[in-house]
Every structure is written in structure tokens, then in C-alpha cells.
């Protein structure tokens, strides 16, 4: 894969990727995040304003780290750099989710210095729905360095 | 496991944590270096699945263009808790996170001395909720940028 050979739409599949009370307790020791959302069930049965979410949920920046994954993998082989990431959580995941990321391709840049490729990004669960959305780009240095 | 020092009672300290109210955007926040070791990179790769041999395997990490191991772009979710002390508002009990964007300058490796600079940017109200905007700049221990980036949060009622 090189730079010129992307084109808009081109997608990029991520992996899947099984949520459960075990891997949201992994999550938590592995980022310091030990909010109560992601670990207490009497708690998260409590209204939220206007959210009720019935029982623990993952964390959104697990979302994050996934998209990450996904883009790194893509973009290393062809000596590319994970430069940016945005994202938004559109709808919570629980124990016993399936969530898979994917990104498609939208439009290539260059610049005085670099070359750049725009993705949207998203990750659906197991009925298809999104649960976050985004956007990042990639760097595809002039001098690539393929490992 | 999380460092033996680490609170992970979020409860504990919740009295002592800045309330939406009480937050004033523009305001540092404190914070506290911290040494990233492989141990804590390696948990972090777990954590997500990563199976990339660059971020654990330093024999191939050698022949990158990194010249050594190093951190996912993501171990700032890790840093973000790692360098803030346990009367961070961030972690307020029912703090949601709404979304976040982060660029990456460096990559982070083993034995970095992490120093985040971090602040408040913004609140508001939406919908009737409480939102924070944070904005945070991850340095190494030659003051180089590792990454920066923004979150919105939603804040406990």
C-alpha cells in the first residue's frame, strides 16, 4: 500500500472486539480509570439526568483505543504515522457487546512537507448500531520507512 | 494492577473534587510526572488487544523507524489518570466522557518521565447538562510534545 495507490473509499476493516465485565476490569487497571460507570452496578442503576443507563458500561476511550489499533495497524506496514483522532461516543456499550471498528477513506492532501490521508471512522455493535464516530488522519512521510 | 499509590476508590476523595460550579476555565490543573515503564505499556495493550510487536518486542522495534520500543498513540487514556493527583475532577464519580481529539507528535517510550500540562478550556450548559471542555499537552522528560489534546465531559448533577 503507498500513497498513491489509496483513493477515496477505500475502507479499512478493524477488529472485533468482545466487551465483558472482565475486559472493562482490564481496562480500568490498564488506564487508572476506576469510575464508578465502569464498575458499579447498584450506582449506574441511578438516573443520569436524562440518561438512565440500567448497569455498568465501557468506557468511551476504550472506543478510542480500538479506532487506534486498528489505524496504527493500517497505516505501520506502509510506513505510515497515526497523527490524529477525533472522536464521539454516540451510544453506550455494555458487557456481552460485540463492537467493531471501520474507517473509509474521504479525501488525500499534501502539503509542503508531508503527504495526508483523511478516514472517517465509526464502531458498531452487534445489531449494527453505531456507538462511535469520528475522524483521523494519517501521515505518509515522503522519506517512508517500512518496518 | 494499578501503581501501589494509586487510589482507585474514586468515592474517596470525591468531597475534595471540584464541582461543575467550581471549576473556572483557564484555571491549571495540578499535576504529577510519572515514569512510563514497559509494564505499563504492555497492560495497555491488553487492554485493547494491540498485537503490534513494536510497542513489546524491542529486537523489532530496533529495526523501525523508531529505533526502539514505544507506546501506542492511545497510552495517553493511561497518562491522562497517570500524572493527575486523586482531587482531579476528572475523576468525579459520573464524569461521562462525551469525546475526544488528540494529535500525536512523538511517541511515548519505557522509562519517559511524562509531565502533562492540562487545564479547563470551557464550560457550558447543553441540554440541560453540565459540560466541561478539557485541553492537556502530554511532554517527555526533554520538554519535546508527545501529543495534545481536547475532551468534552459531561459533569456529575
Not at chain 1, 2 to 23: Q, Y
Not at chain 1, 87 to 115: F, H
Not at chain 2, 47 to 70: H, M, Q
Request: net charge neutral.
Amino acid at each position: 500500500m503507498t500513497f498513491d495507490d489509496l483513493k477515496s473509499g477505500d475502507t479499512i476493516d478493524g477488529p472485533s472486539f468482545a466487551v465483558s465485565r472482565e475486559s472493562i476490569r482490564l481496562f480500568c487497571d490498564a488506564s487508572l480509570d476506576y469510575n464508578p460507570l465502569h464498575l458499579d452496578d447498584d450506582y449506574m442503576k441511578g438516573s443520569f439526568g436524562k440518561t438512565q443507563f440500567g448497569g455498568i458500561i465501557m468506557h468511551g476511550m476504550n472506543n478510542f483505543g480500538l479506532i487506534s489499533r486498528m489505524i496504527t495497524d493500517w497505516a505501520h506496514p506502509a510506513g505510515a504515522i497515526h497523527c490524529r483522532l477525533e472522536t464521539r461516543w454516540v451510544k453506550p456499550v455494555k458487557p456481552g457487546d460485540t463492537i467493531t471498528p471501520a474507517g473509509v477513506i474521504t479525501s488525500k492532501q499534501a502539503t509542503a512537507k508531508s503527504r495526508w490521508v483523511l478516514i472517517d471512522v465509526l464502531v458498531r455493535n452487534q445489531q449494527d448500531e453505531k456507538v462511535a464516530t469520528g475522524e483521523a488522519m494519517v501521515e505518509f512521510p515522503r522519506d517512508a520507512f517500512c518496518a | 494492577m494499578p501503581p501501589q499509590a494509586f487510589e482507585t476508590d474514586f468515592w474517596k476523595d470525591a468531597n475534595l473534587r471540584k464541582s461543575w460550579d467550581e471549576i473556572i476555565p483557564g484555571e491549571p490543573r495540578q499535576t504529577l510526572p510519572y515514569v512510563l515503564t514497559r509494564e505499563a505499556i504492555a497492560l495497555y495493550c491488553k487492554s485493547v488487544g494491540e498485537t503490534n510487536p513494536i510497542y513489546v518486542d524491542e529486537a523489532f522495534a530496533k529495526t523501525t523507524r523508531y529505533g526502539g520500543l514505544i507506546a501506542p498513540p492511545s497510552i495517553h487514556i493511561l497518562l491522562m489518570f497517570a500524572c493527575t493527583p486523586a482531587d482531579d475532577w476528572m475523576r468525579s464519580p459520573g464524569t461521562v466522557n462525551a469525546g475526544q481529539s488528540w494529535s500525536y507528535h512523538l511517541p511515548a517510550r519505557p522509562n519517559d518521565i511524562i509531565r502533562l500540562e492540562a487545564r479547563a478550556l470551557d464550560k457550558f450548559i447543553k441540554r440541560e447538562r453540565l459540560f466541561v471542555v478539557h485541553d492537556n499537552v502530554f511532554f517527555n522528560q526533554h520538554s519535546e510534545v508527545i501529543c495534545s489534546g481536547r475532551g468534552w465531559t459531561i459533569r456529575p448533577m
